[in-house]
């Protein structure tokens, strides 16, 4: 697999980034969720939406992959943050994730973006909308919820988060395999050769546990966005498995009905993942709605 990873400075950070197509095309943002690497937006998938005439671009967040990691903060006491005890902050929040992603606008020259986040970066995405709504053509947002709240995981859902971390290569893919076979599509298979392929990739490019506790600890601080999404103007896509048991369908009627016009996507069959068979349908849904909002935007970008 040819290395298309480029580096970023943002602030004190430095973001992996790897970009798909032609640069003089609408660029359009992807940003993973908790614990994944941008490995988790599928090669072929990428290249499937350039093309469709966009500058795709995906980064390894903060703490993940090969962008920064901030070992010197330690590692969060996750159970005491759960429990409501905020003596001892998390090193960074959700917002501060969101302006990772402004950063790296900014170290790419561009003035905005059309953005789609999954799971965690879904709610990374609404946060950079509610702070930097001028910067975004159209947000996307997958298998998310504007609260922690709302769509809360089933507890075999949550459990398999929590799996004892692997050690080489292969228990990171036998992990992965028993991550997906708990909150994956039930109503699409496994494509297990591939998620085991991608699970030792990632482990090659990075593997720092602390650097996911502390991905999840910003989770658990970040205030509920509603409010800030009820003020947003932004065309806004929702799109969420019906039978997704890690974020519950209810964090995307929840999401759904704070945005303002708002068109919300629900989709039988699918769980906490993004299974092949349904690519044409995601990528479907995904160009028609930035497709629609660069039309409409066409004189204010």
């Not at 900014?106 to 953005?115: C, E, G, I, K, P």
């Not at 298998?143 to 459990?159: D, K, L, Q």
């Not at 999401?255 to 906490?272: E, K, N, Q, S, Y």
Request: aromatic share 6%.
């Amino acid at each position: 697999m040819t290395d298309r990873t480029e580096r970023a400075a943002v602030g004190d950070l430095m973001i992996a980034y790897e970009s798909f197509g032609d640069p003089a095309d609408p660029p359009l943002v992807l940003v993973m969720g908790l614990a994944t690497q941008m490995l988790g937006w599928d090669d072929p998938f990428c290249v499937r939406l350039a093309e469709q005439g966009f500058h795709v671009i995906r980064f390894d967040n903060r703490d993940i992959g090969l962008s920064t990691h901030l070992a010197e903060a330690g590692v969060p006491d996750v159970a005491a943050l759960l429990s409501g005890d905020r003596s001892v902050p998390p090193p960074y929040t959700l917002l501060d994730m969101a302006r990772d992603t402004a950063g790296l606008l900014d170290a790419l020259d561009l003035r905005s973006a059309h953005v789609v986040g999954a799971s965690m970066g879904g709610m990374v995405a609404q946060q950079f909308a509610i702070g930097h709504p001028g910067r975004v053509r159209s947000l996307t947002s997958i298998m998310s919820t504007p609260s922690r709240e709302v769509g809360a995981a089933r507890p075999e859902a949550m459990a398999a988060l929590f799996l004892p971390p692997p050690t080489d290569a292969d228990q990171a893919a036998a992990r992965s395999l028993a991550v997906y076979r708990v909150i994956g599509s039930p109503g699409y298979p496994l494509d297990e050769a591939r998620l085991a392929e991608t699970a030792r990739r990632a482990f090659a490019r990075g593997h720092d546990p602390a650097g996911v506790a502390r991905q999840f600890a910003a989770i658990v601080v970040s205030p509920d966005r509603t409010k800030g999404l009820r003020e947003l103007g932004v065309p806004t896509l929702v799109i969420h498995g019906e039978d997704d048991p890690l974020v519950q369908v209810d964090g995307a009627w929840a999401t759904a009905d704070a945005v303002p016009g708002a068109r919300l996507v629900v989709i039988p069959g699918m769980g906490h993942n993004l299974p092949e068979p349904l690519w044409p349908q995601l990528i479907d849904e995904i160009v028609a709605h930035v497709r629609s909002a660069e039309e409409a935007g066409a004189a204010r970008f």
